[in-house]
């Protein structure tokens, strides 16, 4: 089991997102009033802290959202779950639909720090079940 870190969003694709106190996340939209909600298979972003921890060294602050995650976790390992795996976050359900992702050469946060860690270590889910995230919140594997 993972902690919630940070919850961000942001009304435009490829820049940083802001945190905020909770999220909303509805079925077939993903989070109401970011720039990927949709019904699509990335509607939410996350990203564990471990992996932002890895990119610490190259002395640039990285507040949560910097790499444009919707949901900044700690304690699991989200670049090994497998595709399909369904994920309780504070009182909603996800399921996982992809792992990484191909990284625009121009997007603000490549240029901001240097590299990006979502394309090897992000991953991207689904809503399976609305509900409301908050930091301090737990999350959990529920199926593999």
Same mark, same amino acid.
């Given at each position: 089991?993972?902690?919630?870190?940070?919850?961000?969003?942001?009304?435009?694709?490829?820049?940083?997102?802001?945190?905020?106190?909770?999220?909303?996340?509805?079925?077939?939209?993903?989070?109401?009033?970011?720039?990927?909600?949709?019904?699509?298979?990335?509607?939410?972003?996350?990203?564990?802290?471990?992996?932002?921890?890895?990119?610490?060294?190259?002395?640039?602050?990285?507040?949560? $959202?910097?790499?444009?995650?919707?949901?900044?976790?700690?304690?699991?390992?989200?670049?090994?779950l497998p595709? $399909?795996?369904?994920l309780?976050?504070?009182?909603?359900?996800?399921?996982?639909?992809?792992?990484?992702?191909?990284?625009?050469?121009? *997007?603000?946060?490549?240029?901001?720090? $240097?590299? *990006?860690?979502?394309?090897?270590?992000?991953?991207?889910?689904?809503?399976?079940?609305?509900?409301?995230?908050?930091?301090?919140?737990?999350?959990?594997?529920?199926?593999?």
């Amino acid at each position: 089991m993972g902690t919630i870190i940070a919850v961000c969003i942001s009304d435009r694709k490829g820049i940083q997102k802001s945190e905020v106190p909770e999220i909303e996340l509805r079925v077939g939209l993903g989070i109401p009033g970011d720039a990927h909600a949709g019904n699509w298979h990335r509607q939410l972003s996350l990203l564990a802290r471990e992996s932002v921890d890895t990119m610490r060294g190259l002395g640039v602050e990285l507040p949560p $959202g910097i790499f444009a995650e919707n949901l900044l976790t700690e304690g699991l390992d989200l670049k090994a779950l497998p595709v $399909g795996t369904v994920l309780r976050a504070g009182t909603s359900l996800l399921a996982v639909t992809q792992i990484g992702k191909e990284c625009h050469s121009d *997007c603000a946060i490549k240029q901001t720090v $240097g590299r *990006c860690v979502m394309p090897t270590e992000g991953i991207f889910a689904v809503v399976l079940k609305d509900g409301l995230v908050k930091p301090g919140d737990p999350i959990e594997i529920t199926a593999l």
